[in-house]
């Protein structure tokens, strides 16, 4: 080991890693998969969602590998009982508060955790009205898991524009933007990165949606143009 390397046990192997690497590049390193859903590699990590946790030094708390540092001779241990109980329960709280009919990775992961749909029966799912308010994509945020990926991608992470924040808080907390105002009048300048990191069906091409809802093509040539804004006429009609 050097001075810029760190070692610890992963899984029962030792592995050498560079300092400040987090948890979950040690494991991508040993080829171990820890599921992930609000870390993007376009984004900062958070540790936002807690679908990562690992058991370090069997410690009092499970730690998210997104944003948790390796530590020297450590013992992390990235599938043991305790770990997957937690990402078990992460997901039956997710799906109870939550569409997740377009999210297929994370339901993939209901499967493999063997999560039960039907574990909180009294939970209410996040109701929205489906926004349409531009000719580029709709946003549909009962399907919104909060990852927060979309907000940071418009923001620092890559486009910095800043036209998506949130809004209220506990159940009601919701991606909108600012006062909410519409696309079009916010600084969102349409470039599609927040759609491509969304991890589930919350933000969808205008195409795509239009095609689901079995519009022909005059339907969706008109739903997907932007009016152009007419120059102003000189006061003597030129």
């Known amino acids: 080991m050097t001075d810029d390397t760190t070692k610890l046990t992963l899984d029962g192997e030792q592995i050498e890693i560079a300092k400040g690497a ?24 958070n540790g936002l969602c807690r679908i990562c946790v690992v058991d370090v030094d069997e410690g009092r708390v499970l730690q998210p590998a997104c944003v948790a540092e390796c530590q020297a001779d450590s013992k992390v241990q990235t599938r043991n009982e305790r770990v997957e109980r937690s990402r078990r329960t992460i997901l039956e709280m997710l799906n109870a508060s939550v569409n997740l009919n377009e999210a297929p990775e994370i339901q993939a992961m209901m499967e493999e955790y063997a999560a039960d749909e039907a574990r909180f029966p009294d939970a209410h799912l996040r109701e929205h009205t489906l926004i349409d308010d531009n000719p580029f994509y709709v946003r549909d945020y009962e399907q ?5 990926r979309c907000v940071q991608v418009c923001a620092e992470d890559a486009q910095f524009t800043f036209a998506l924040t949130l809004k209220n808080r506990g159940h009601e907390t919701s991606v909108a933007t600012a006062f909410d105002i519409t696309m079009t009048e916010s600084p969102c300048v349409f470039c599609g990165q927040c759609i491509g990191v969304c991890p589930t069906g ?15 093509a005059d339907e969706m040539r008109q739903m997907t143009r932007r009016e152009r ?3 102003p006429e000189n006061g003597d009609g030129e």
């Open 22 to 45: 987090t948890l979950l590049d040690a494991a991508a390193a040993a080829g171990v998969d820890i599921p992930v859903i609000c870390y993007h590699e376009a984004t900062s990590p």
């Open 229 to 231: 804004k007419r120059r």
């Open 144 to 148: 919104c898991v909060l990852c927060w």
């Open 202 to 216: 919350a933000l969808k091409p205008k195409v795509q949606w239009g095609m689901e809802q079995g519009w022909g």
